[in-house]
């Protein structure tokens, strides 16, 4: 039998919670099991409303819709084992189980920021060239769109998950957090691993930064658009439409950024607070994305006001 085989019917990974706060891990799983409940209620309701909604069937909550579901199989994927460990101190994950989470999360990172370069091209168009709007975001083009958001995303991230199977683990087989990351992973395997650590900064570099790039110029754009407009409601009308989207860029770019600071550069921290960023990372966007919409889009507001007084109006 190969030597691959072998390898990954071996010992399984172990996960790790909270170093030196297991007797605390019932306590710290309250806040983290919140945050879960409100993040599946908040981005299952905005999709339930984004589909039921015909007032909402138009390319900008198309991608909202979008968000929501990327949001939702972000904290799928991870939660459960973080829950497992947590509660149930179930720390052990098979290697295929660990390397198709670590392809979900990073898969889902990628597309998280292809769906928020496409909501900046949605708001482009409409700030840009709002007679041709419908015209240029028609519902197959939005399709399309998302499909090349995903593949782009999935395609990206399979050689490195692929290359996870081949090595050999004679490390330790104890991971860092309660969940698979592909940088945690590869610390444990026994062999040349340039690849791995090669090209997903190639990929971070090629994608999402280019995405915010994209998405920093595409803004510029529209504020000279917006300048040029004579009636000061109106801009400032045009201007509140991208309110919401800027939030969400900030909250999603701003914990990247914070994660990669304390990876690269905080050595000398105390390795809870790495694990505490990650979940940050993980669940502040997911948390945050449909707070923001349901506080600054009208649209959405008006859509959960139907959506809960429509019980009581049939009492």
């Not at 879960?36 to 905005?46: A, H, P, Q, R, V």
Request: glycine share 6%; with cysteine; charged share 10%.
């Amino acid at each position: 039998m190969p030597t691959m085989w072998l390898n990954i019917s071996s010992s399984p990974f172990l996960l790790t919670g909270f170093p030196g706060l297991e007797k605390a891990h019932h306590l710290i799983s309250l806040p983290l099991l919140m945050a879960y409940i409100s993040i599946l209620l908040g981005n299952g309701t905005l999709l339930f409303l984004i589909k039921d909604d015909h007032n909402l069937h138009e390319p900008m909550y198309y991608f909202l819709g979008m968000l929501a579901a990327t949001d939702l199989g972000v904290t799928l994927t991870t939660m459960p084992t973080v829950l497992g460990v947590l509660w149930l101190n179930h720390r052990e994950i098979g290697h295929g189980a660990c390397f198709s989470q670590a392809y979900l999360i990073h898969t889902l990172s990628i597309v998280e920021s292809g769906v928020l370069l496409a909501m900046a091209y949605d708001r482009f168009i409409a700030i840009r060239n709002p007679l041709r709007y419908t015209t240029i975001l028609t519902d197959t083009r939005v399709i399309k769109i998302g499909i090349g958001v995903v593949m782009r995303a999935g395609l990206s991230i399979m050689p490195i998950i692929i290359r996870l199977y081949w090595f050999p683990y004679c490390r330790s087989h104890v991971l860092s957090h309660a969940f698979c990351l592909h940088q945690d992973v590869i610390k444990l395997a026994c062999a040349d691993i340039s690849f791995n650590r090669l090209y997903p900064v190639v990929v971070v570099f090629a994608m999402v930064l280019l995405d915010f790039l994209v998405i920093f110029f595409s803004y510029i754009l529209i504020l000279k658009t917006v300048m040029g407009i004579a009636s000061t409601d109106e801009r400032a009308k045009a201007l509140n439409t991208c309110v919401s989207h800027i939030c969400c860029i900030l909250v999603f770019y701003v914990t990247v950024v914070g994660l990669t600071f304390i990876h690269r550069f905080g050595k000398h921290v105390p390795h809870v607070v790495h694990i505490t960023m990650s979940y940050i990372y993980f669940l502040f966007p997911p948390f945050m994305n449909p707070v923001i919409y349901s506080i600054k889009t009208k649209q959405i507001q008006s859509g959960l006001l139907r959506l809960f007084s429509l019980p009581w109006s049939k009492t």
